[in-house]
């Protein structure tokens, strides 16, 4: 079959929805500080890693994984301080459990409604499973227009909505009576994405039981686990059975279970880790806050959403990489994000090489 026959057959056979898209890019790093994706920096101390390493010895990796991961979830639901008697999920990171939920949800004419800008997840899954997507635009700053967001729950009866909080790539969290006022006015799902719960000290993890409608999801991702790929959906018995018809079998690994259970038995380490990180989130705004410039958005998570007022910032990331610091820039060159760069928080010496740079970046400009 020539190339030609080949590129004809994938147009009449692949959605026209699907062919419009763009593939999820992730930049290579390379030799650079990498602050560019939210990760926590640190690893774990020699003796916790060697003692991982001593118990990958006893895996059966010729055997398929515990199909329901059941060890696991019974140990994330105590770390996570999940409500009794509210049920959860595990999935391959929040990715996997955000398209259960819409492949569950997915009929003709259902919606998604998320926020925007959010991750971007919400939309290009929505798009994958079908379903209409609908954005309201944030506020100035980064806050939910209830007036809009209440406009469009009426108009668009949404299958779910999306809420992350503390928010991708913003950084803050909404007004928690906004989100009651969210979850009292939809007559579909509520999803608090809570990914950056590490790091914001609230959660509605605590409210399962006082909404019918509302279902939180947490990831292990920031707690310096990321490579695991681990997301957990939790609420009341009735959604997760039905997600749970939908999700793959054995989609958690053995390797994933094993690894999981194992950190989680130190969860006292990733916490001082999350501390850590918190504290530097705190220098990183007063250092940020000292550079003329920029302005820079409150932030609840382990990153800083920031403006460059005086230059380009497509010029300023490019500069950064020069100098071996890679972090996020925003295309969007008209939105909210315009001009928008969004920074990690790592080691305080990667910071310190970041600010720097910065500073560099910014005065060349002028």
């Not at 999820?24 to 916790?48: F, Q, R, S, T």
């Not at 959604?239 to 749970?244: A, L």
């Not at 950064?320 to 972090?327: E, G, M, R, S, T």
Request: charge should be negative; charged fraction near 20%.
């Amino acid at each position: 079959m020539s190339d030609s026959n080949t590129s004809n057959l994938v147009k009449q056979l692949v959605r026209e929805e699907i062919q419009a898209l763009s593939a999820y890019h992730v930049p290579e790093p390379g030799d650079m500080i990498k602050l560019d994706a939210m990760e926590n920096p640190y690893l774990w101390p020699d003796e916790m890693q060697q003692q991982w390493l001593a118990g990958i010895t006893d895996i059966a990796v010729n055997r398929y994984p515990d199909p329901s991961a059941a060890r696991l979830t019974r140990i994330l639901e105590q770390v996570m301080a999940v409500p009794s008697p509210m049920c959860s999920i595990l999935g391959n990171g929040s990715d996997e459990l955000i398209q259960i939920i819409c492949m569950a949800l997915s009929r003709p004419g259902a919606t998604v409604l998320a926020p925007e800008p959010t991750f971007v997840m919400y939309d290009m899954i929505a798009r994958f499973t079908n379903m209409s997507y609908q954005s309201v635009a944030l506020d100035e700053q980064f806050q939910l227009d209830m007036p809009a967001m209440l406009k469009a729950i009426k108009m668009h009866n949404p299958a779910v909505i999306f809420l992350a909080y503390p928010n991708n790539p913003t950084g803050n969290l909404f007004a928690q009576q906004d989100v009651r006022t969210i979850l009292e006015a939809s007559q579909g799902l509520v999803v608090v994405d809570e990914a950056y719960h590490a790091f914001a000290g609230h959660s509605f993890m605590p409210m399962l039981a006082q909404y019918d409608n509302l279902l939180v999801m947490r990831t292990v991702s920031k707690m310096g686990l990321a490579g695991l790929r681990l997301g957990m959906l939790s609420g009341r018995a009735e959604w997760i059975n039905e997600f749970d018809k939908v999700r793959l079998p054995y989609n958690i690994n053995v390797l994933t279970q094993y690894s999981a259970r194992f950190a989680l038995q130190h969860s006292d380490l990733l916490k001082q880790q999350t501390d850590q990180i918190c504290q530097d989130r705190e220098s990183m705004k007063q250092s940020l806050a000292e550079i003329q410039g920029i302005k820079q958005y409150p932030s609840d998570a382990n990153f800083i959403l920031f403006k460059v007022i005086a230059g380009d910032s497509a010029q300023i990331f490019e500069a950064l990489k020069q100098d071996k610091v890679l972090i996020k820039h925003f295309a969007d060159t008209s939105g909210p994000l315009a001009n928008c760069l969004r920074v990690t928080i790592g080691k305080p010496e990667e910071n310190q090489a970041f600010v720097r740079a910065l500073k560099k970046a910014l005065s060349a400009e002028r």
